[in-house]
């Protein structure tokens, strides 16, 4: 990725790639062009435009999204330190029955909720939760119980989002990350940050690839441009850093860019669609009591429902009510289950929802070894009605899981975690960078600054590209509004308003 609008104008250039003139007394730099440059290539500066213009005006909106993701990272275990009391037991005698667990929760909620759901602890040390309605919950939250599961002592009372189990810290941090705690409007940005990041990180790469061409031509080697240059100073060593940080951090941005994408309001609607019209989702458990295992799998196949979403549980699907069951029934469901494909100890119970529903037990690992099998049991008969198995969901419905799990620092746990956050501090870094550069940019003349601001990357690339580039680019612009909406609005609001300035200046 190449430094912010730090190409100059051909009058300006010198032997150095970043256009700093290497003697101390720097030149004033020529005024900024009001018309079209001269003849001559069209693509590079058209990436230098785009890259300039969209680092500076989604610049706030992905360094919030990456200072946010970076918290965000950690989360998972912060919680295990925050949440100790709640989270783990002293290991003082074998499991009780889940039927003694639940009883005990039973007791300390009364009346003030309708049982939901059961995460037996899944090692010893751990405690159960046993998860129920309640009031002043958000959207996808329930009331989870902590028990001891040795001595059905309960050790707290807190709410938990969605299948990852976010206690209050984490859900806090997402939702800043998600949406800045303003609901669907709030997300908008975050749906703007994930969209330009992906932009401004390929504009950014190009640019990156032409420098390295031109390097080679002039003897350099590749190892120049991937380090920065500290015995540089001013321009030129800020754009060292921003370039060599960019490139190595082009597979780990894009990767965030894409898949925070999938979580957005109207792109990830668009890949929800697309997956779903080229069977790329998961089956659906078939919970329906009187089915048979082989009627009920090819029933689940064909409904794309709220099990086929690799982010179901994480953006407010909420849990629904059950009428009173009999806590010894969970035992017998594990039970039957554990016979079938359940062989992790991350399992969730849920009873049914209705007379004739089935109780699910799904489990719910989702570092490396990714463990997502599902049982439905006939609480009645202990009859399986249904079941699906990770090993046989489409590779590309596999893929989205791992990319969702992975974006959340879930998959492979502490390192993953730490690679998120020195990916997200380096996108940070790179924003600051841009904008540092863009200051040092600033006209001067005798020491002394003339603008607060640098000058713009040149306009008017386009108007010198060919039939078929113009067409290739209105092409690409035309593919991204219709799959991403809002970084197609906001595409050609940009267009329109360099169009508007590049006129402005002309006619001045």
């Not at 700093?20 to 500066?45: M, Q």
């Not at 976010?166 to 998600?178: E, V």
């Amino acid at each position: 990725m190449t430094a912010t609008g730090h190409a100059r104008p051909a009058a300006a250039s010198t032997a150095d790639p970043t256009g700093e003139p290497s003697s101390a007394n720097r030149p004033a730099p020529p005024p900024v062009p009001t018309s079209a440059p001269a003849r001559g290539g069209w693509f590079a500066p058209m990436l230098l435009r785009l890259h300039f213009f969209a680092g500076v005006l989604v610049g706030p909106f992905v360094l919030v999204a990456a200072l946010t993701g970076a918290a965000y990272a950690l989360t998972p275990t912060l919680e295990q330190v925050v949440y100790d009391r709640e989270l783990h037991a002293p290991v003082s005698g074998d499991a009780l029955p889940l039927a003694e667990q639940v009883a005990a929760a039973d007791e300390a909620v009364g009346d003030a909720g309708t049982l939901v759901a059961v995460r037996p602890a899944p090692t010893p040390g751990d405690t159960t939760r046993v998860m129920y309605t309640g009031d002043d919950l958000i959207e996808g939250q329930t009331r989870a119980i902590f028990v001891d599961p040795a001595t059905a002592e309960v050790r707290g009372d807190l709410p938990v989002y969605g299948t990852s189990g976010a206690l209050p810290l984490r859900t806090t941090i997402s939702d800043l990350h998600r949406s800045l705690g303003l609901g669907d409007a709030g997300r908008l940005y975050s749906e703007l940050a994930a969209s330009w990041l992906g932009v401004v990180v390929l504009a950014g790469l190009g640019l990156w690839i032409g420098r390295w061409r031109s390097a080679r031509r002039r003897g350099r080697t590749a190892r120049d441009l991937l380090r920065p240059a500290p015995r540089s100073s001013g321009l030129r060593r800020t754009s060292s850093w921003h370039a060599s940080t960019g490139v190595w951090l082009t597979v780990g941005a894009l990767f965030l860019s894409a898949t925070g994408i999938t979580w957005s309001q109207f792109g990830g609607a668009n890949v929800t669609s697309l997956r779903s019209a080229l069977s790329w989702t998961a089956p659906t458990l078939p919970t329906a009591v009187g089915e048979s295992v082989a009627d009920g799998a090819a029933a689940g196949s064909a409904a794309a429902g709220g099990a086929s979403d690799p982010h179901a549980g994480h953006h407010g699907a909420a849990t629904p009510g059950t009428a009173a069951v009999d806590p010894a029934s969970f035992d017998a469901v594990l039970a039957v289950a554990s016979t079938v494909n359940v062989n992790t100890g991350l399992v969730e119970i849920e009873p049914p929802a209705d007379a004739s529903s089935a109780w699910t037990v799904t489990e719910i690992q989702r570092s490396f070894p990714t463990e997502v099998d599902a049982v439905a049991v006939d609480g009645a008969t202990l009859e399986v009605v249904g079941r699906t198995d990770f090993a046989d969901h489409p590779f590309m419905a596999k893929l989205a899981r791992w990319g969702v799990d992975t974006h959340m620092g879930s998959m492979f746990g502490l390192p993953n975690q730490l690679l998120l956050v020195a990916t997200a501090l380096g996108i940070a870094a790179m924003v600051v960078f841009g904008y540092v550069m863009w200051w040092q940019r600033r006209p001067t003349r005798g020491g002394s600054s003339r603008a607060l601001v640098g000058r713009p990357a040149p306009a008017g690339a386009l108007t010198r590209a060919p039939w078929w580039g113009l067409t290739l680019v209105v092409a690409a612009g035309v593919a991204v509004g219709v799959f991403l909406p809002l970084l197609g609005a906001s595409l050609v609001a940009f267009v329109l308003l360099d169009a508007i300035v590049v006129v402005a200046r002309t006619r001045s």
